[in-house]
């Protein structure tokens, strides 16, 4: 079935520094691809999304490529900032699924001044 | 703000009763899905509807039961609660087509003592 791997966190960089959490992905057909963050006490937000293959999606300085070949839709941002502390969570949603959501574990970011 | 609507904002029960968790999905959004998010489990999916119809089972126990109605509002009831039962409950909706995105709720923190 439809599923996505996520990098392990947790993540601790300091501010300025260059970001990539790994997302990879298991899927038949051409799945839709998302990037949600959670910021402490709130629900999920969407953060950016592909819906097809080297579709690029970006928000806020984030960006993430949705790569067919290699099933992966890694989220990078070059110069992190103290407010992108969060924990982010990869997506995908099936072609044939009726809408059907499949959500990663989930990492999380701390950004130090 | 994503327009999805819940309530509770909290709630604390006793094991083995009963709650009722609500949810008014955005406007114009005919698919409501549910969310257990615990501190060691992640988010695990529950119960899609699409316009009033169960679309999706995840891994919701027998105690617990949802139905979305008419006027597209959900609900989530809660039965024989138990400890491990404590846990954020998210609504999200979405339009319900392929590559619509989910829109999340802030959640209900639903603590059992």
């Known amino acids: 079935g439809d599923s996505v791997t996520q990098m392990e966190g947790p993540v601790t960089l300091s501010e300025e520094a260059c970001l990539t959490i790994?997302?990879?992905?298991?899927?038949?057909?051409?799945?839709?691809l998302f990037w949600y963050v959670q910021y402490p006490g709130e629900g999920l937000q969407l953060l950016l999304k592909?819906?097809?293959?080297?579709d690029k999606g970006s928000n806020k300085g984030f960006e993430a490529t949705y790569r067919k070949e290699t099933t992966s839709f890694h989220l990078e941002k070059g110069s992190v900032q103290v407010s992108d502390s969060a924990v982010y969570f990869c997506?995908?949603?099936?072609?044939?699924?009726?809408?059907?959501?499949?959500f990663g574990t989930g990492t999380s970011l701390t950004v130090i001044p | 703000d994503s327009g999805v609507t819940q309530t509770p904002k909290h709630l604390i029960t006793a094991t083995g009763q009963r709650v009722t968790l609500r949810c008014s999905p955005r406007?114009?959004?005919?698919?409501v899905y549910w969310y257990q998010q615990s501190l060691d489990q992640g988010l695990q999916f529950l119960i899609q509807?699409?316009?009033?119809?169960?679309?999706a089972k995840g891994n919701i126990l027998e105690r617990f039961s949802a139905q979305q109605f008419p006027d597209l509002h959900s609900e989530l009831n809660l039965s024989s609660l138990e400890l491990g039962d404590s846990a954020l409950y998210f609504c999200?909706?979405?339009?319900?087509?392929?590559?619509?995105?989910?829109?999340f709720g802030n959640g209900t923190r639903l603590t059992v003592t």
């Open positions: 406007s114009g959004d005919l698919s």
């Open positions: 999200a909706s979405s339009v319900g087509i392929k590559s619509s995105p989910l829109h």
């Open positions: 509807y699409y316009n009033g119809e169960e679309r």
């Open positions: 997506a995908l949603s099936g072609e044939n699924t009726g809408n059907q959501f499949y």
């Open positions: 790994n997302c990879t992905y298991t899927a038949t057909g051409y799945p839709s």
């Open positions: 592909a819906t097809k293959a080297d």
